[in-house]
């Protein structure tokens, strides 16, 4: 027994060293991996009009401040989130009353109906590593089933290349619809040698080989965090793309909770300085 109370057994005789540690490693691991936890027994797959995925902090307080806030608890169902094993557990053991706020940094995953049609939102506050983005999708599409994606994205400003000046924040955006014009002010087509990384290229690269619809933005922002004008733009390149399709909403609320996400952005950053 440890000075912990844990139990401690021996190593095996019937497996060499180089195993047992090989083990104990692949058993960290797997700890350590982000993964989803289901909160509710999903026996079926479930069929869903679209996916919304939320991809970093800028993309999260978007979808926090233009559509989660708006929706009532009988409109949204919180279904799972992704975490590490630690992380799961501490989740487990916290306070389910915590504010909205403080909900914005989970990576939450609900079930909202609206306008008749049915959605599955993803928000990823924290991204996942390279070796955790195909797990992600493939435990995604063991529950649910969807016709069309919104990815949502942030890159740093220093990463967009283009032999035209462009002030930033800036939307751009990748889809399948080809009926997308390339003329909107707020909106423009991604175009080479600028690319989507991480969990939303192998979104789309999931979409593709599944052939299913996608339409991909990202804000190249100058910050590394939440700042006001990087998610005011991604709304404004969003609405302006999508349309009457758009199923987020600039009212008096949205610039009231734009500016309280804001407010504890700037409060917690002041920590640091």
């Given at each position: ?19 047992d540690?090989?083990y104990s ?5 797997q ?14 797959k479930?069929?869903?009009d679209?996916l ?20 009532g608890d009988?409109?949204k ?5 992704t975490?590490?094993?630690?992380e799961f ?30 959605y ?6 924290t ?5 955790e ?7 995604l599409w ?16 220093t ?5 035209d ?23 423009k087509r ?10 939303p ?12 619809e996608?339409?991909?933005?990202v804000?190249y922002?100058?910050s ?10 991604t709304?404004?390149?969003?609405s302006c ?9 600039d ?6 909770t ?7 952005v ?8």
């Amino acid at each position: 027994m440890s000075l912990f109370g844990e139990l401690q057994f021996g190593h095996s005789r019937a497996v060499s060293d180089d195993e047992d540690d090989e083990y104990s490693q692949l058993e960290q691991d797997q700890n350590l991996k982000k993964k989803i936890y289901w909160l509710e027994n999903i026996e079926n797959k479930v069929e869903v009009d679209e996916l919304i995925l939320a991809d970093g902090p800028i993309p999260c307080a978007f979808l926090y401040v233009y559509l989660l806030n708006h929706l009532g608890d009988s409109d949204k169902r919180l279904l799972g989130l992704t975490a590490t094993n630690s992380e799961f557990k501490v989740y487990q053991n916290e306070d389910k009353t915590d504010s909205s706020l403080n909900k914005l940094r989970k990576n939450f995953i609900y079930q909202v109906t609206l306008n008749g049609k049915s959605y599955l939102i993803c928000e990823i506050f924290t991204q996942l590593k390279s070796n955790e983005f195909y797990d992600w999708l493939d435990q995604l599409w063991e529950k649910f089933e969807f016709k069309s994606s919104i990815i949502l994205s942030s890159q740093n400003k220093t990463s967009y290349f283009s032999s035209d000046s462009e002030s930033f924040p800036c939307v751009k955006f990748l889809s399948s619809n080809k009926n997308f014009k390339n003329t909107e002010i707020h909106c423009k087509r991604l175009e080479e040698p600028n690319f989507l990384q991480d969990l939303p290229a192998a979104l789309i690269q999931f979409c593709m080989l599944k052939k299913l619809e996608f339409t991909a933005f990202v804000c190249y922002s100058p910050s590394l965090n939440i700042d006001i004008q990087s998610v005011k733009e991604t709304f404004n390149g969003v609405s302006c793309l999508l349309k009457d399709n758009s199923i987020f909403t600039d009212n008096d609320l949205s610039k009231k909770t734009l500016l309280t996400v804001g407010n504890l952005v700037n409060s917690v950053s002041s920590l640091y300085m």
